[in-house]
């Protein structure tokens, strides 16, 4: 059987696997840590994937992001990832859309998701996705990858969000430095922790923020506090 | 003493953690400027785990968490 593995674990067994095959997940970018992410989600058995992506595969997205091959160049990217997701498993349900998000149509992209998981290179995406789950109360997983470096959180109506933190402002390096293993780490870090999320499981990282080094080979955690005055969690 | 942990870039070069005796600094930037970071540099800048302006004030027992933008996905 394809999950009698995770099945064997005591946080899992056959109720959190039925948990698992019930859930919708919504992925939004098909990128470097979209790859593992959706390849991770996609093996456990996350009955619904909602992909959502505006980009086609070039040659320079080919040292991260496996779900696509030199065959795939110039293809759109949620279409190729739809068929090699739903090689490795074709008893979920893949949901493709090749479309750029806006306040106007996220809601249909979010609405019906348990978890939503930030794959994005940009900010205003970001800061669009955040403000979309708070007022949702969706939770939201977030990461950022550069080099060597990345970092994962999730976020809740009750936990930091990003524009706690002053995110809004920060300004990202276009192209921005990769190595396909620092997106592998994160995206399957975000994997785990949509998995836990669906789960009900204990530590998850509402509040937190796991700083991931791969030069030094350490993970370091820092808590992080609601800001009560940001715009928004007022939504 | 403070505690200041730099992440990602701004560790090459220095220390990740560093102890650093809190009457040495008025303002959150004065950190950066003996750090030798410059402000513009700067994406996230928190103090006891809450975002915080260069101009805030430093104390006693702060812990300061400073990153550079890291956005890509």
């Known amino acids: 059987m394809r999950y009698e593995r995770q099945i064997l674990m005591e946080q899992i067994g056959i109720e959190g696997q039925e948990k698992l095959n019930r859930s919708t997940v919504a992925v939004v970018g098909c990128g470097g840590l979209g790859s593992p992410?959706?390849?991770?989600?996609?093996?456990?058995?996350?009955?619904?994937?909602?992909?959502?992506?505006f980009d086609v595969v070039s040659e320079s997205n080919?040292?991260?992001?496996?779900?696509?091959?030199?065959?795939?160049?110039?293809?759109?990217?949620?279409?190729c990832a739809k068929e090699r997701l739903q090689d490795l498993n074709d008893e979920i349900e893949i949901v493709g859309f090749h479309e750029k998000i806006s306040t106007d149509n996220i809601g249909k992209f979010i609405d019906s998701a348990d978890v939503v998981i930030d794959c994005v290179d940009n900010i205003e995406t970001r800061i669009l996705l955040g403000r979309a789950c708070l007022?949702?109360?969706?939770?939201?997983?977030?990461?950022?990858?550069?080099?060597?470096?990345?970092?994962?959180?999730?976020?809740?109506?009750?936990?930091?969000?990003?524009?706690?933190?002053?995110?809004?402002?920060?300004?990202?390096?276009?192209p921005g430095p990769i190595i396909g293993t620092t997106a592998g780490v994160i995206g399957s870090l975000q994997a785990n922790e949509c998995i836990k999320i669906i789960l009900g499981m204990k530590?998850?990282?509402?509040?937190?923020?796991?700083?991931y080094d791969g030069i030094n080979g350490s993970i370091d955690s820092i808590e992080l506090q609601k800001d009560n005055s940001c715009i928004a969690h007022r939504g | 003493m403070i505690?200041?942990?730099?992440?990602?870039?701004?560790?090459?070069?220095?220390?990740?953690?560093?102890?650093?005796?809190?009457?040495?600094?008025?303002?959150?930037?004065?950190v950066l400027d003996y750090l030798n970071i410059p402000h513009d540099e700067v994406a996230i800048y928190l103090i006891n785990g809450r975002h915080s302006k260069f101009t805030d004030s430093i104390n006693e027992g702060d812990v300061l968490a400073i990153f550079p933008p890291v956005g890509g996905g």
């Not at chain 2, 200041?4 to 930037?29: H, I, M, N």
């Open chain 1, 203 to 211: 530590g998850t990282l509402f509040g937190m923020m796991l700083q």
């Open chain 1, 62 to 79: 080919l040292n991260r992001q496996f779900l696509y091959g030199a065959e795939d160049i110039g293809k759109l990217k949620v279409v």
């Open chain 1, 135 to 174: 007022s949702r109360n969706i939770p939201l997983v977030e990461a950022g990858v550069e080099g060597f470096y990345g970092w994962i959180m999730s976020i809740g109506v009750e936990s930091a969000c990003l524009e706690c933190m002053g995110f809004e402002h920060m300004k990202i390096p276009r």
């Open chain 2, 3 to 30: 505690e200041v942990r730099l992440f990602a870039t701004f560790r090459e070069g220095r220390e990740k953690v560093q102890f650093l005796d809190a009457k040495e600094f008025r303002k959150a930037g004065d």
């Open chain 1, 37 to 53: 992410v959706l390849t991770y989600l996609a093996s456990a058995g996350i009955g619904r994937l909602v992909i959502i992506d």
